[in-house]
């Protein structure tokens, strides 16, 4: 018995992960696929007059067991990989685009759909489902189904070629990264070092067999304290160096030639559709529209960013030559010399803070907030289905006990996962055939358990905790009628921002005390810590800014109109020195390991941080103003921000939450540049 080409018999329809097998994910697929090209045919086909029931409709029916199979695969993929997963993924992937692409491209599927387009004024549609049929018909469009059938051959093999080389690339990196050990076996090397951080590297050694010795590894869990930390300025920049190498050796995991190819297909493919670059084709389709608005919007806050950067350094550089050290500042000194400088204008290190952020605590902090604003609550069930046992369920309901999604949340980091955090669902909302509750999970690598059977985590992680919840509640809220509108199904300009947004809450120091609390003693965090936490809200900003700026500015390079790339290295040496990038700070991301921009759906779009952090600090002013939890206020952020999806214009949709358009001076105020 396949458990994906069957009703699932589970609380709530989970899926039933203890009863799905690898050998099940291929047939399930090959079937999915076939069901869903035969029900697109009969939709095409139909010979009555095209309605918006008997097309757009029935396309939001079609491809459930695909749809099934697709959302536990590619989430356990990212999740909880294997050698045999990354191997169909490089088999099922071309596939999944040649499918898509054979709907998209159908000719006779789309006349319907544009006869409906042009006609839609005359239809009695509701404002979601006239932003249904916009929604399709502009997906056509951008798919190529106007091109001739030349170029149509042409586009598929481009979206095959560039499907492979996406999951590629990713795999490249977990595995180059999983790769490389610093391995020290002088405990003398281990000096400055926290004594829980030794600890678990002591247990990553032996993980990997090096007993009685220590290991880090090139992930920021494992690398951020060692940089902090450690007095071996030599190893420091080992480690640092194996992590920003990753898909840069020249090795079996080396990234650069697939760069070069998605770049030179992406480019001949925004060509084809009638676009000067990728960027101007992929921008078209979001709230920014065109790459002179993300550059504008970028060199804002690059002057003044990379300004306070030259600052910090020079304060650092202070601090080495105090220390009677003669050497310069570099990359790899920048997190252990910022943190003595923290300590030298605010009076408190990272280590005192990680006591009170336990990441049950943090949890059920994000938890309390969500259920103040929005009158929902998050009951643990031990009873659910899951896919390993050592992550948590919970069962979420409205303020009338009515259950409204089931959330999961996958904390712990381990090597079969990918790296970073994010939001995914395994079911979207939807009230179109019956009312159909999502399925949310929320991953993240946050450090494993001490001792005391805790994980601790540092105030950058419980930000990261607190934004991914944020996306977890844009699927959770979500309260739209068509799946495809439904929760995240928004421009990549918009999707940070419910993410962002709650990230604030993270930062009031009236929230921080109701969760920071000593693992050990109970004890609130001290007002004076809190006090000093928030004096050092915009520390390091210079520092933050530029390597984002850098990251953002990079993937815009790239998907200019810009000729060939032939040297990948030097393209991105002769960008970055072209923007003024200095030379103590790297690119947040390198292009060998830009997973966002070459694996994960943001290319042409990792400025979208940058872009809905202005939507974000904007809206937030609205709760500074009227109070953190005021009712008014939250009522109207989940009505038009987390429960609409995109099922309205989003400019609209924010312009009726906050009253008019965003402004860009909270956001300057916020980071500490204006």
Not at 393 to 413: C, P, R
């Amino acid at each position: 018995m396949n458990p994906f080409l069957n009703e699932y018999e589970t609380p709530f329809k989970i899926p039933p992960f203890e009863k799905i097998k690898f050998d099940h994910y291929e047939p399930a697929f090959d079937k999915g696929m076939e069901e869903h090209q035969n029900e697109i045919d009969v939709i095409a086909n139909n010979q009555s007059q095209p309605t918006f029931e008997n097309t757009i409709e029935a396309m939001e029916r079609s491809g459930k067991t695909l749809d099934k199979v697709s959302n536990v695969f590619f989430n356990l993929l990212g999740s909880n990989t294997n050698d045999d997963m990354d191997s169909l993924a490089m088999t099922i992937s071309p596939k999944l685009s040649a499918h898509n692409d054979a709907i998209l491209l159908n000719k006779k599927l789309f006349k319907r759909i544009e006869i409906l387009y042009n006609n839609r004024k005359s239809f009695n549609l509701t404002v979601e489902q006239d932003r249904l049929l916009n929604e399709t018909y502009k997906r056509f469009v951008r798919s190529g189904v106007n091109l001739d059938d030349g170029s149509m051959k042409r586009l598929t093999q481009i979206n095959s070629s560039l499907s492979s080389l996406s999951v590629q690339f990713d795999q490249n990196v977990l595995k180059e990264t999983n790769s490389y050990s610093m391995i020290i076996e002088n405990e003398e090397d281990l000096d400055g070092l926290p004594k829980e951080e030794i600890r678990q590297a002591a247990l990553l050694a032996d993980s990997e067999g090096e007993n009685g010795k220590w290991v880090f590894k090139p992930t920021r869990v494992s690398m951020y304290p060692f940089l902090t930390y450690s007095t071996k300025r030599d190893l420091r920049e080992e480690l640092y160096n194996s992590y920003i190498q990753r898909g840069d050796n020249d090795n079996e995991f080396d990234n650069k030639k697939i760069i070069a190819e998605m770049v030179s297909l992406r480019k001949e493919k925004a060509e084809m559709m009638g676009f000067d670059s990728h960027s101007d084709y992929v921008l078209d389709n979001t709230m920014a529209k065109t790459p002179e608005n993300v550059n504008k919007l970028l060199q804002t806050i690059w002057n003044p960013g990379v300004e306070k950067a030259k600052g910090e350094v020079e304060s650092m550089q202070k601090i080495i030559s105090d220390e009677g050290a003669n050497f310069k500042l570099a990359a790899w000194d920048w997190w252990h010399y910022s943190e003595k400088l923290r300590q030298e204008l605010f009076d408190f290190k990272e280590e005192e803070v990680k006591p009170f952020f336990s990441e049950e605590k943090v949890l059920a902090g994000a938890f309390n907030v969500a259920e103040k604003l929005f009158d929902i609550t998050f009951t643990e069930s031990k009873d659910l289905p899951k896919y390993r046992e050592n992550i948590r369920s919970f069962i979420v309901e409205d303020a009338n006990k009515k259950v409204i999604g089931i959330f999961y949340t996958d904390f712990t980091l381990r090597p079969n996962k990918g790296g970073g955090a994010w939001m995914s669902t395994f079911r979207s909302q939807s009230k179109f055939d019956g009312d159909v509750i999502p399925i949310v999970i929320n991953v993240c690598n946050f450090p494993p358990e001490n001792t005391d059977g805790v994980s601790l985590l540092s105030f950058e992680q419980v930000e990261t905790l607190f934004h991914e919840f944020g996306h977890g509640l844009h699927g959770l809220l979500s309260d739209a009628q068509y799946p495809s509108l439904s929760g995240t199904s928004v421009t990549r300009d918009y999707v940070e921002f419910p993410s962002q947004m709650m990230e604030n809450w993270a930062r009031e120091p009236e929230v921080l005390k109701t969760f920071a609390k000593h693992f050990e003693t109970g004890e609130t965090i001290p007002d004076e810590l809190l006090t000093k936490i928030s004096a050092a809200g915009t520390f390091n900003e210079g520092f933050a800014t530029t390597e984002y700026v850098a990251a953002a500015h990079l993937d815009m390079a790239y998907h200019g109109d810009v000729p060939a790339i032939q040297d990948i290295d030097k393209f991105e040496d002769d960008t970055l020195k072209e923007l003024g990038l200095i030379s103590e700070i790297e690119s947040r991301y390198r292009s060998t390991y830009f997973g966002h921009i070459f694996a994960g759906g943001y290319s042409s779009g990792y400025y979208s941080y940058l872009w809905t952090e202005v939507l974000e600090a904007d809206a937030f002013e609205a709760f500074k103003d009227k109070g953190l939890f005021d009712k008014e206020t939250a009522n109207k952020l989940k009505k038009y921000v987390y429960a609409a999806g995109n099922t309205d214009d989003l400019m609209t949709q924010y312009i009726r939450f906050r009253g008019k358009e965003p402004e860009i001076e909270p956001l300057l105020k916020k980071r500490g540049l204006n």
